[in-house]
Structures are given as C-alpha cells and as structure tokens.
C-alpha cells in the first residue's frame, strides 16, 4: 500500500480510501468483514457522508467495526455535509447540526476531515468560516475540505475561512476524464477542448489541495462499470486485461493503478461492498504505469491527442 501525506496536515494516508455510500446494504458480519480486509490491506482512510443511507451507513460502519477509542486512532476518518433533500445547505446552523450527528453515529468524540459535499450557489462564506470555526476550536473537526467544487468556488471559501482547505473530492476514471481533457487538447476545434472544470486539477496540484477519485470505475455518472464492457468500450478492456496479465494483477487493479500513476497523489474512493473486489484494488496501489501505458489506457478509452 503506498501511503501519501495530506499537504498542511499530520496525517498520513493510504492512497486508497475505503468509501461506505453503500455499507448498510451488508448485513453487520459482512459490513465488519469488508472493513476488516480494508483494515488488513492497510488502509486507513475512511470516507463517510450524512446522506449515506440518511446516516445509517455511518452507524453501521461504527457497530459492525465494534468502535473503540484505540481502534479510533488506527483510523482517518471522513465524513461530508450540505446536501439535503432536494436542496444544498452550507448554513452555520446546519454545517453544526450534521457534524454533530455524523460524530453520534460514528461513535467518535472528532473527524479528522469535514467535506462541504456539493457547491450551494447560495453559500454566504462567513457562515462557513463560522462553523468551522466553532467545530475547530471545540475539536470536533481536525481539518476541512470540499468535493466537487471548481477552483473559483473554493477561492470564495477560502477567502473567508481560516483553515487551508485540504481535499477537493470528484469523479474520475479513465473513462471520466474531464478535469484531465481540455488541458490536453487545448485550441482544438473539438468537444474535448471544451473546459468543463476550470483546470480544477492545475488548480489543485498548485495549492497543494489532496484530489479524491470517487467512482473510479464508473463510465459517466452512475452509468455502470466500464470494466467488462465489451459493448461500448473492447478496446480499453483489451488493453487493460493485458496490462493486468503483465503485472500479474486483476483489472480492477490496473483502473486504480491509473489514477494513482497520476503525479498529483490522487487518493482513490473505493465503493465496492466486495471485499474480493476491494483486495483487487488495493493491489493497484503503488503499481507505477509507464507513460506509454497510461496514454494507452487514456486513448483506448476513446479520447484524442492532439
């Protein structure tokens, strides 16, 4: 397992994140199983949100794993907050509110990470810096973070907030590359030179902010696995079996070995409620693509260099 330090923090991380959107679909001898083998593969970052399972997933992680304050220090812990049903939520009041219940379920007195979950375009960023203020100063939150913000986004945040915002969490697989896509095909006349993001990656590469790769087998967003999709994508999946072959691992193991060959240190969020399929991706922790490899992958996957 190769292990990355979070840039303005103590913590030192496994570049594979076990992610727990679905746990509560495991009954609790399995929910312990899967964290147990995560634990044996030596990861110790977990990631959590309040609206997994409507926070049944966090109290499920807690009881399944038999939360103890010395098993407590084993792990970096995660959670995120804002969304809520059928609208977003940055205010003061609710920022507290769900850090207080995300601390409840997991059965733990801190987190080390708070996430704000998706951008509410009606934040009012003295909130924000308010909450997590108070959270700071009570100890309840270590540090801060955002997923899925662009760089502009998080510029407004960090304007107001004291406390260096650490992680930026979003969607990327080799086959969902958009934060990657314009930087390659810069003034062609093409849809891929489209800049869907910002150039939240430059961004986040230059103000030492963590990426964390949900989703890292996904086609689109929730469009299913492109692993094993010889339909849409048999060149890719020609590709990886062989680079599997090569380096003697599964091909689960070469999709993560494809973020983590990123220089930008991108954590990896793994979903799966396997725990055959979570050994399998830890196995692409350290594996370090040639560049040759890596372009390969990218362009079976069907996107073009110039």
Known sequence: ?????????DLRASNIIMGNMRLKQLSLAEAEKLIRTAIEQDINFFDHAD?????????HFSEAVGMTPSLRETMILQSKCGIR??????????????TDGILKRLNTDYLDILLLHRPDTLVEPEEVAEAFNELHASGKVRHFGVSNHTPMQIELLQKYVPHKLIVNQM????THTPMIDS??????????????????????????????????????????????DL????????????????YGVTATAIAVAWITRHP????????TTNAGRLQDACQGSDIKLTREEWYGIYTAAGHILP
């Not at 609208?87 to 920022?95: A, L, P, V, Y």
């Not at 339909?231 to 090569?246: G, H, V």
Request: proline share 3%; charged share 20%.
């Open 1 to 9: 397992m190769k292990f990355i330090d979070i840039a303005g923090t």
């Open 51 to 59: 609206i997994y399972g409507a926070g049944s997933c966090e109290e």
């Open 183 to 228: 930087g390659i095909a810069l003034n062609m006349n093409i849809d891929q030179s489209v800049n869907r993001d910002s150039g939240v990656l430059d961004y986040c590469r230059l103000n030492n902010i963590t990426i964390q790769a949900w989703s890292p087998f996904q086609k689109a967003f929730f469009d299913g696995p492109f692993l094993g």
């Open 231 to 246: 339909e849409n994508y048999p060149e890719l999946n020609k590709l990886i079996d062989s680079l599997a072959d090569q």
């Open 264 to 271: 930008a240190n991108i954590q990896v969020v793994l979903g």
């Open 85 to 98: 049903k059928g609208f977003f939520d940055f205010s003061k009041e609710h920022i507290i509110a769900s």
């Open 171 to 174: 969607q990327l697989s080799a």
